[in-house]
Nanobody, 117 residues
Framework: QVQLVESGGGRVQPGGSLRLSCSAS????????MGWYRQAPGKQRELVAT???????NLGDSVKGRFIVSRDNAKNTVYLQMNSLKPDDTAVYYC???????????WGQGTQVTVSS
């Protein structure tokens, strides 16, 4: 089993920044892909950003140019630096981990991000 612990959510004004972290623990040899999804009230969960073990990233169109995803393989931790935040970024952000392609993924419990003046 894999456990995910997220941190860094909160409330911020439009234009502000936040940094999310997610650390994975458990029976882990390596993690192929780590990343973040989000879900706003009344909307489907959507991709925010992912990063593979080799460093290849994939960002959702709505966050390109504003968010940066990175990871520390030695710590099994993924980060999401969120800049120029907008009210539309308000959502619960979920950490997602896939140990190896084709295997089931793991989800964190979610952390609330609220962008409001």
């Amino acid at each position: 089993q894999v456990q995910l612990v997220e941190s860094g959510g909160g409330r911020v004004q439009p234009g502000g920044s936040l940094r999310l972290s997610c650390s994975a623990s458990g029976r882990i040899l390596s993690i192929w892909r780590m990343g973040w999804y989000r879900q706003a009230p009344g909307k489907q969960r959507e991709l925010v950003a992912t990063v593979t073990e080799s460093g290849r990233t994939n960002l959702g169109d709505s966050v390109k140019g504003r968010f940066i995803v990175s990871r520390d393989n030695a710590k099994n931790t993924v980060y999401l630096q969120m800049n120029s935040l907008k009210p539309d970024d308000t959502a619960v952000y979920y950490c997602n981990v896939i140990l190896s392609p084709g295997l089931s993924d793991y989800w964190g419990q979610g952390t609330q991000v609220t962008v409001s003046s």
